[in-house]
């Protein structure tokens, strides 16, 4: 395995040729990056957690009619996708006002929005992914105007789906970033949900408590972030209930592979 063709390096994951044409290995690193990697730490266990977190939440939404890349998980840190051309775009779905929107807009972290409200971001770390409307993306050709339709419908959908999903396990779904890409299938170019949804790409917040359970415990140096992502995988039913959240070997998954 160590002798694959490393495609693509980024933040959190490498990308790998995959066994067939077509298709490529995702694989998670255990790396937390915040402000455009300004601020770096390698967390013990964090690419298991995402890996496993991720592949549930592309399965569920594959069952409700969400094209994705998905295709099978591998082991404790790689999945199988199909491979696609990456939509330089960053869609951003807040249901809370938290983060960036909390700060440009002046809003205190936690006023519920109005409704649920999409944002695009404009992927390009040289000038810190910044904000662009529809009419960046159209005029400059990063998406066609029937791509971005799709894109925020389905951004929509799967805001829908997460919000219930994660309230039925005491968890409030704040605001998460998905990206798409292009999949060329018989001549046809379909657009798919791709990359990985997991607490590193979503702010996750207790229900009653309002903990945060995602990648904000690094971006803020709260700490226990292995443990906080612990606990969205066993609310998920992913980790065994009892289970300690972590030991030295990182955590322990239900109905793992290999690693
Ligand atoms: P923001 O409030 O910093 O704009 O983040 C909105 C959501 O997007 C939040 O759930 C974290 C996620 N996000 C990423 O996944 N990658 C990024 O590079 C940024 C800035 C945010």
């Keep these: 395995?160590?002798?694959?063709?490393?495609?693509?390096?980024?933040?959190?994951k490498i990308l790998y040729e995959g066994p067939e044409p077509g298709t490529l290995v995702q694989h998670f690193k255990d790396d937390a990056t915040a402000f455009n990697a300004k601020k770096h730490e390698v967390i013990d266990g964090k690419g298991v957690l995402n890996n496993r977190i991720s592949e549930y939440l592309f399965v569920r939404l594959g069952e409700i009619g969400i094209p994705t890349h998905f295709i099978k998980r591998l082991n404790m840190r790689e999945q199988l996708i199909k491979e696609v051309e990456i939509?330089?775009?960053?869609?951003?779905?807040?249901?809370?006002?938290?983060?960036?929107?909390?700060?440009?807009?002046?809003?205190e972290e936690g006023t519920p929005l109005p409704r649920s409200i999409v944002e695009f971001y404009f992927k390009e770390d040289k000038l810190d992914d910044p904000m662009v409307s529809e009419e960046h993306i159209t005029a400059f050709g990063w998406a066609h105007p029937p791509e971005l339709d799709e894109m925020t419908a389905m951004a929509l959908r799967i805001n829908d789906y997460m919000?219930?999903?994660?309230?039925?396990?005491?968890?409030?779904?704040?605001?998460?970033?998905?990206?798409f890409g292009r999949l060329v299938e018989n001549d046809m170019v379909r657009i798919v949900l791709a990359d990985e949804i997991s607490p590193d790409s979503c702010r996750l917040w207790d229900a009653d408590t309002d903990k945060k359970l995602d990648k904000d415990r690094f971006r803020r140096d709260?700490?226990?972030?292995?443990?906080?992502?612990?606990?969205?995988?066993?609310?998920?039913?992913?980790?065994?209930?009892?289970?300690?959240?972590?030991?030295?070997?990182g955590p322990r998954l239900v109905s793992s592979n290999e690693d």
């Design 222 to 249: 709260m700490g226990g972030l292995v443990e906080a992502y612990s606990e969205v995988a066993r609310r998920l039913g992913i980790l065994m209930e009892n289970e300690p959240p972590s030991d030295k070997s």
């Design 1 to 12: 395995m160590s002798k694959r063709r490393r495609i693509y390096e980024g933040k959190a």
């Design 163 to 179: 919000s219930g999903l994660f309230t039925g396990i005491g968890i409030k779904l704040v605001d998460f970033k998905i990206e």
């Design 87 to 107: 939509i330089p775009i960053e869609v951003v779905v807040r249901n809370v006002a938290a983060g960036s929107i909390a700060k440009r807009l002046g809003l």
